[in-house]
């Protein structure tokens, strides 16, 4: 549960901070999450972006910051998974290199952003509130399906 909620709250944070860029028409910005890299993004806009009606705006860039979200968020993951590997210890004491690349990471990394999509999305319900509800939709759905 750790895996998916890390990696469905960076699926919203990339997909809030892209948005914020693309709406100011930045044309590069980078971010840090936990890990010491750094990730540079570069924007080449339509030649018709700016003369696009704001609500045509704010629905494509709605879209590709999910998107985008969803991508930079399992890069920085697996990013995560070799940097603990070479012995990089988030707390900064323990090396975490016993439980990189183990077999429940990259599944729960990857439903995690699934899941966060869904929800980003779902923009009638606060991100919160649907993630809540689309997590224990899931638990109870893998239930049940495994023992059916």
């Known amino acids: 549960m750790g895996h998916l909620r890390e990696a469905a709250d960076r699926t919203e944070y990339l997909a809030r901070l892209t948005y914020q860029n693309l709406m100011q028409m930045d044309t590069r910005f980078s971010y840090r999450i936990i890990e010491p890299a750094r990730y540079s993004v ?27 979200g969803q991508y930079g968020a399992h890069t920085s993951l697996i990013w995560h998974e070799m940097l603990t590997w070479y012995g990089f ?22 439903l995690g952003t699934c899941l966060a999509v869904e929800a980003l999305r779902h923009t009638q319900y606060p991100y919160e509130d649907a993630m809540t509800y689309l997590i224990n939709a899931t638990m109870l759905n893998l239930v049940f399906s495994r023992h059916g």
């Open 89 to 110: 210890a988030s707390s900064g004491i323990f090396s975490e290199n016993i439980s990189s690349f183990s077999w429940e990471d990259p599944y729960s990394d990857l």
């Open 42 to 68: 570069n924007i080449i806009y339509p030649e018709d972006w700016a003369s696009l009606p704001l609500s045509e705006k704010e629905r494509i860039a709605s879209e590709l910051s999910i998107q985008f």
